[in-house]
Nanobody
Framework: QVRLVESGGGLVQAGGSLRLSCAASGSIFRINAMRWHRQAPGKQRELVASITSGGRTNYADSVKGRFTISRDTVENTVYLQMNSLKPEDTAVYYC?????????WGQGTQVTVSS
């Protein structure tokens, strides 16, 4: 069983920064990629950023230049550094770990950006 523990969400003013963390533990075998998704009220869940086992990153256009995804391969932890936050970044952020056999989702952490 794989467990994902997310942290770092909260309330911040527009223009501020937050850093999300997601630590994966348990029977993890061959992580192919780690991702962050988000879902705002009344909207569909969307991919924010991803990082492969080789370190290749990908970002949604709406966060390029503001968000940075990184990972610690030893600790099986993925981070999302969010700078220059905007009210439209308000959402529940979900950590996703994609392994060779299945994909795991975290419980989500709330990020609220006030104007």
């Amino acid at each position: 069983q794989v467990r994902l523990v997310e942290s770092g969400g909260g309330l911040v003013q527009a223009g501020g920064s937050l850093r999300l963390s997601c630590a994966a533990s348990g029977s993890i075998f061959r992580i192919n990629a780690m991702r962050w998704h988000r879902q705002a009220p009344g909207k569909q869940r969307e991919l924010v950023a991803s990082i492969t086992s080789g370190g290749r990153t990908n970002y949604a256009d709406s966060v390029k230049g503001r968000f940075t995804i990184s990972r610690d391969t030893v600790e099986n932890t993925v981070y999302l550094q969010m700078n220059s936050l905007k009210p439209e970044d308000t959402a529940v952020y979900y950590c996703v770990v994609e392994t060779a056999f299945r994909t795991y989702w975290g419980q989500g952490t709330q990020v609220t950006v006030s104007s």
